[in-house]
């Protein structure tokens, strides 16, 4: 083959550059490998990383804009803490109360057995780190939570230990303090989530921020369901200082409305209303209570998934539902409220909440082809 002049220029000169771009600098001296100090998460691509274990997924959910449901008359925004790696806000302070154990000193994997009474969520939480970290974990339920918190709990290899529902929350917690005095305190370790400080502790340092960083300081009112308390404390404990004209408004129960002062009582939103004020739950920092009942609760959740696209539990549906009635006061026209929701609603597939769309695909025929 017979290649022109021109051809034969523009080879020599690619090999030329070529063999300049491999051949070592002269002017260069070769330079040491810089060893990183903290090579937890590792940059994969620019804002992206490799997380060193699934607990360091938790935190730095989104925040959305409710866009159909509401008059519009102020800006609702959602903290999508159902997007956490177990799908709860729950996922915070499961890791927090763990490690924050584990630095002190308490506890021990392979050593101690770690006993908490939940709702669900929490658990859920707890037998994620748990057996990431490689503790044994004992959980306590009222029967009343949804088969789904059931199954999961199983699957992550935790025991659990029904209640009687009738006895809610008080009766669960009661049930992991008696395990606990048989297994000795030498040898299980009780979480507390309602009375932990590592609770709220979690959500000052991390949750809180995160939303002020999200809302480059511009929010009005934080919205919550109370549960433990420990979320819209700990936000408030942080948010407050940096907006001493914030108003924190708690969400409870219309059934249960114990933070109101009334008397506590059976309801259908898991996860709040425990049907005493927990330790965790600073009321000095609630400016209002908002009771929200069990089956409006249901309807705005399932709302929620058919306007909105955004599928979540009950205890959403009931602060999203006290959000849009905060936010149709003529005195907050045009201000800013963020809403913790806190988990997603595919955990609630077999309870009230879906129990319609539940039967119907049960009910389903096969079509012919």
Known sequence: MVLSFAAVV??????????????????QPTKKPRVSTAPRRLRSVKGMYISDGITE?????????????????????????SMEPCNSVKDRIGLSMIAEAEQRGTIKPGVTTLVEPTSGNTGIALAMVAASKGYDLILT???TMSMERRVMLRAFGAELILTPGKKGMSGAVRKAEQIVEVLGA???????????PDNPKIHREQTGPEIWKQCDGRIDILLGGVGTGGTLTGCAQCLKPLNPKL???????????????????????????????????????FDE?????????????REMATQEGILCGISSGAAVL??????????????RIVTIIPSFGERYLSTTLFSDVWDECQRMKVDKI
Not at 187 to 194: C, D
Not at 259 to 284: C, E, R, V, W, Y
């Open 57 to 81: 997924c938790i935190g730095n959910t989104p925040l959305c804009r409710l866009k159909r449901i509401g008059s519009g008359n102020a800006e609702i925004l959602l903290k999508l803490e």
């Open 141 to 143: 339920m009222p029967e």
């Open 322 to 335: 006290a959000a849009t009635k905060v936010a149709d006061r003529p005195e907050n026209k045009g201000k």
């Open 289 to 301: 209570v908002v009771p929200i009942d069990s089956f409006d609760a249901i309807d705005m959740a």
């Open 247 to 285: 108003k924190v408004v708690a969400v409870e129960p219309a059934e249960s409305p114990v933070l109101s002062g009334g008397a506590a009582g059976p309801h259908k939103i898991q996860g709040i209303g425990a049907g005493f004020i927990p330790g965790n739950a600073d009321t000095t920092l």
């Open 10 to 27: 523009v080879v020599v000169l690619s090999t030329t550059r070529g063999a300049r771009s491999f051949a070592p600098s002269e002017k």
């Open 186 to 196: 030498d040898k299980a370790f009780l979480l507390q989530q309602f009375n932990n």
